[in-house]
Nanobody, 126 residues
């Protein structure tokens, strides 16, 4: 079955950087869009960024545009999220997700993703 495993979370001061990684297994990774979502305590899970199967089409939430960069390596079955200029409001559990079906464009709504990792905690101190 499809498995997604995130890593790279941690505690960082405001203005710092972190790089999250997600390792995928269980099917042909390169056929599917991949996304990152996050969920802060008491809040709904929200979209952060997504990338098409080819890596060419990328979508970001307005709140992270210009600070976060999503990328994928289809040879290694991984997708990454480089997070720079982190703010306390970026504190959340970050989840990697994959769609059920192949698609040309990366979706940005939660219900279009069927497979989820267990999440990795990112904490940004002020």
């Amino acid at each position: 079955q499809v498995q997604l495993v995130e890593s790279g979370g941690g505690l960082v001061q405001a203005g710092g950087s972190l790089r999250l990684s997600c390792a995928a297994s269980g099917r042909t990774f390169s056929s599917y869009p991949m996304g990152w979502f996050r969920q802060a305590p008491g809040k709904d899970r929200e979209f952060v960024a997504a990338v098409s199967w080819s890596g060419i089409s990328i979508v970001y939430a307005d709140s992270v545009k210009g600070r976060f960069t999503i990328s994928r390596d289809n040879a290694k079955n991984t997708v990454s999220l480089q997070m720079n200029s982190l703010k306390p409001e970026d504190t959340a559990v970050y989840y990697c997700a994959s769609t059920r079906d192949p698609a040309q464009l990366p979706p940005y709504t939660r219900n279009e993703y069927s497979y989820w990792g267990q999440g990795t905690q990112v904490t940004v101190s002020s």
